[in-house]
């Protein structure tokens, strides 16, 4: 059985990347220059970046993405300082998956 983890024994990951929403872009690669894409951040926790990626990708799906880039994985180490990421990071230690997308 499992359960959530506690704050002592949390990884929290955070995965960047860019990815576009809509029925029309599936099947396309993202490009450098791809003006439709929106730059993305997750923030969640696994039990490693294998999970992590799985849980991203769907919940990104979940949110209309249907292109996705991802270009790093890492661990936020401590609670950051911006108010936005504070509030993904507490709500991926609380077991969600918080998604971030930068619309310019």
Not at 8 to 37: N, W
Not at 53 to 82: H, M, S
Request: aromatic share 6%; hydrophobic share 40%; charged share 30%.
């Amino acid at each position: 059985m499992s359960r959530e983890p506690e704050i002592e024994e949390a990884v929290v990951y955070i995965v960047v990347g860019r990815g576009v929403r809509g029925d029309d872009s599936a099947g396309r690669e993202i490009g450098a220059d791809d003006q439709e894409a929106t730059p993305i951040n997750v923030l969640l926790t696994a039990v490693d970046e294998e999970e992590c990626i799985e849980r991203a990708l769907t919940a990104l799906a979940g949110k209309g993405f249907t292109r996705v880039e991802l270009d790093r994985i890492g661990v936020v180490d401590g609670e950051p300082e911006d108010p936005t990421f504070a509030s993904a990071y507490w709500n991926a230690i609380d077991g969600q998956v918080a998604v971030i997308a930068f619309h310019g």
